[in-house]
């Protein structure tokens, strides 16, 4: 038998009115939506289930929106995301999962997850509704090729051919590559006529030069964290901070990392870490403590103030003797103490690498989107959604609600047109 006769019979010969290439947050939602109104819609998956990273989201929680969810919570197009919100704010997420069955719980900062405290219940949920409302997924099914005539060709890696009138690019992001994260979606969207901007790591620790950092390993504390201070890309956040054998972690971190990583592309950036943010005048606050306890040296003077290795560290930063009461200190001593409470330095060298970053930077440019319904400006019938565009938000939930919104704007779009 001939090659060409190999390739038709592997083509599928049924006209689909929609193909989502990714069966994630934005793909599963939008398919739904597109079955339930009538539509004959196909959902390929490369992997072996449904939802890789939203079964690890979250901690294996999956936090699915945020209370207090806005566009401030993003970086890159944020008018797309404003968008996408007024379209789909936050009770219309709610309650779209609560039809789902899925019971919810709001914990602390807005922060909403499935009752059952496991992320299953989400994607477990949205898996079968797809069924039920005819959707067809096909798993370990990776589509490698699409072109465009009068309607869309999808072909897989296996050599199957597929034909729909409009196409979904709902893939994700090259972030967390053990969950399935790829290159794949933004080589398809370039090859239908999209530009790409370079995507870095996001929501991801970061590696410093000082080594000293070790000695901290494991301790967690509140801080306001700002890097490129006195710069036009000044960018702070505030939130637990975790230091690591290599460097910082934790919510105060993560949610800088994005524009931390497109500061390096310039050189070392430097992050200041203020350790007692509720206290604004660090200098009445020591010189207070100062009057009561001047016979006792820095570390009994730090205590019940800092972590006593936190405390032990900036200690030797400022280069103060051991046992020198606090009346002795001098006054370049004191100006020392007072920078490093409010502003201790470290530099960054490096993001961690992408199977630690929780999400991506950079994405399809959204010059190239239709901000109303998610349809590319470049190759009419084709939506590009969630991760795949050039929009990141911080940690709470909020990438997932944006993931949510995507597929709930084309779905809407598609169906009403």
């Known amino acids: 038998m001939s090659e060409f006769a190999i390739v038709n019979e592997m083509e599928n010969k049924t006209l689909y009115d929609m193909a989502i290439v990714g069966a994630g947050a ?32 979250g901690n294996g929680r999956c936090n699915l929106t945020n209370a207090f969810v806005s566009a401030a ?80 060709t999808l072909t897989s890696a296996k050599g199957e051919k597929f034909s729909a009138k409009k196409c979904v690019l709902a893939c994700g992001s090259c972030a967390y590559p053990q969950a399935g994260g790829t290159q794949a979606g933004y080589k398809l969207a370039q090859s239908l006529g999209h530009n790409i901007n370079t995507p870095q790591p996001a929501l991801c620790a970061v590696n410093v030069k000082e080594k000293a950092v070790a000695r901290l390993q494991g301790i967690r504390v509140q ?10 890309a000044e960018i702070s956040s505030s939130g ?37 943010p509720p206290i604004a005048d660090k200098k009445a606050f020591l010189k207070e403590r100062a009057k009561h306890f001047k016979t006792r040296n820095a570390k009994g003077f730090f205590a019940g103030v800092l972590h006593e290795n936190i405390a032990n560290l900036l200690i030797d930063f400022a280069g103060i003797r051991k046992n020198q009461p606090v009346l002795e200190w001098s006054e370049n001593t004191w100006q020392t103490v007072e920078k490093l409470l409010g502003r201790w330095p470290f530099t960054i060298v490096s993001l961690r690498p992408w199977k630690e970053a929780m999400i991506a930077t950079g994405g399809v440019k959204c010059a190239e ?3 109303n319904n998610l349809e590319s400006r470049c190759c009419q019938g084709l939506y590009v959604l969630g991760e795949l565009l050039d929009v990141d938000g911080r940690s709470g939930g909020l990438n997932l609600h944006f993931a949510w919104g995507c597929g709930y704007v084309a779905a809407k779009a598609i169906v009403e047109e």
């Open 223 to 232: 801080v306001k964290a700002t890097a490129a201070r006195g710069t036009s």
């Open 26 to 57: 934005s793909g599963m939602l939008c398919a739904l939506q597109c079955a339930r109104a009538g539509k004959r819609v196909i959902l390929f998956e490369k992997e072996m289930q449904v939802g890789r990273k939203i079964l690890v989201s």
């Open 73 to 152: 919570d993003y970086h890159g197009a944020t008018d797309l995301a404003a968008s996408i919100l007024k379209q789909f704010p936050f009770d219309t997420c709610l309650q779209f999962f609560h039809e789902l069955g899925v019971l919810t719980v709001q914990e602390n900062a807005g922060r909403v997850f499935p009752l059952s405290g496991k992320s299953t219940a989400v994607a477990e949920a949205l898996r079968l509704a797809c069924i039920e409302a005819g959707a067809e997924i096909l798993l370990q099914t990776e589509i490698v090729k699409i072109s465009k005539q009068k309607e869309f």
């Open 240 to 276: 637990e901070l975790l230091f690591t054998s290599y460097g910082l972690s934790g919510p105060a971190i993560l949610n800088i990392s994005g524009t931390i990583g497109q500061l390096l592309n310039k050189g070392p950036v430097t992050v200041e870490l203020d350790l007692l």
């Open 369 to 371: 989107i239709n901000y």
